[in-house]
């Protein structure tokens, strides 16, 4: 019995509902199919209310609940596999059992080869393979809420051993039936399976958002490949023109030195050959007065005769090697002129130099486009643009909101200290803050009118050149009911009067971009500016008449569909 048990295939011992070896094993009298006593018995119990049963193997449907009877053979079979150990051999390792981290099958045999779950079942909170999860596709099963593979612990309440199938919008929270009667009762509540439909479609909506940044932001990067290449060829024209100045020098230098070294070879070979001819006729003289001295010496008056007539050789030679001694020139005009030159050079070369050199620093490359939407130019806000004005700017009829934020003008002459940066003769003031990177900002105004401005710290704080926009040190939006002007160093521009209290002012200070707006439920360009800022900048306002006021804004994102319109 036991060899012919070794020879049955592990199907012929396994429950077809469990797929594990068969326990307590009984037999259908209507079709012979035999089963787990457990497995048939939960199966046959959820097909009550169809008052209908089945086989789940050979499908042969039943009226009546059929009887069962213990398989005898079957039963003998496994229990001596049981008791010699010989349960059957697993077939090769299938890469859908469980691993280490997976969710195994809950009906797998918990002594064999667990495969992988793909399901978990809220009602009966179990997970299931493939095979085992066929069951709950039909009906009754067919009901029950299946999700994905997962730790089904982490779906039950924890407090009441309930499916959490309600989510609180209170609190933010998943939570079962009990707890919305009790410690969640009165909140707001939906169904999970609703508010994770709200939050797909949200998700969707950003992932749409996502992507489609995706594609403009790669689409960026693509026509930034053009600007690196242009950057670089730009540079390296520059360096060229500078290594063009110093081989110039170079060349110029070394023709000179050329030159300088040619003559003084020249002239020192000359020297040389009037010393060597010198030499050799102070030889021979040495020779003579040698000679002259042996001639005198002697008592021989013939010899001393006849030798005489060399005595007048001797003066025509002292002719012939007279050298020349008066003023001469070496190098000490050239060396003059050199340094006369290179003062000159070195005094123009600094200066020029220097403005080569803050050129550099001058270099942008813009590489962002100017916005174009509200919420474009949005992006340029918040706490890093928080602008506030400075008391000791603010002209003395000028009262600060306690905030720093808001500017009105006054009779009564405000108690402000004495400061070198007030404003005295215009009222106006300046914020403290310096404008650095791309900006945004809005003023609302009122009363019968007011300027808003952008400029220098040394702007002038006294006289009729003081006022925002009359001088070359501040640009400036002058505004009221009737007119509107932008100036800049005593220049009007008329400009339409916008019918909205509300001006946004964008700031590009690398890129040399100014722009003001109108700004209400259309969002109206009135001015922009493209120059060239060489000191940083700060954010003015101006109230000369009594009564009027300027507020900074706090700034909201309008939709992406706000258009700039060109006025």
Known sequence: MAQQGHQLGRDKLCCFICKDLIKN?????ACGHSYCMSCISRRWDGEKQKKKYSCPHCRLT?????????????ADFVEELKEKKTEPQAGPSDPCDAGPGDVGCDICSPNGRKRKALKSCLQCRLSYCGQHLQPHYEVPFKKHKLIEASKLQENICSQHDKVMEIFCLT??????VLCSIGEHKGHDTVSAAAEMSKKQKELGVSRQNI????QNEEKIVKELLPEVKAINLSADKAVMECTEIVNLIEQRSSDVKQKIVSRQKYEVSRVKEIQEMLQKHISDLRRKDTELEKLSQTDDQIKFLQAYPSLSNLRDSEKTFRVKIGPVRYFEDVTAAVSEVRGKVLESFNKKWMKISETVTEVYVKLLP?????AEFSQYTGPKVLLKLDPNTANMQIQLSEDNRKATSVKEPQSYDD????????SQVLCGKVLTN???????WSGLGCSVA???RDVPRTGEESQFGDNDKSWALEISTTICNFKHNGENNAIPVPQSSRIGVFLDPKAGVLSFHSVSETFTLLHRVHTTFTQPLYAGLGVASYGASATFCDTKVEPLSSEVREN
Request: charged letters at 25%.
């Open 25 to 29: 094993p009984v037999t259908s009298i």
């Open 62 to 74: 039943f009226k009546q609940r059929p009887v069962l009877v213990k398989n005898v053979m079957l």
């Open 171 to 176: 609190d933010q929270q998943c939570i079962c």
């Open 211 to 214: 992507q489609q940044r995706i």
């Open 370 to 374: 100017d916005p174009k939407t509200k």
């Open 419 to 426: 400061h070198a940066d007030r404003f005295m003769g215009k």
């Open 438 to 444: 791309r900006c945004y900002w809005e003023v609302e």
């Open 454 to 456: 952008v400029a220098y």
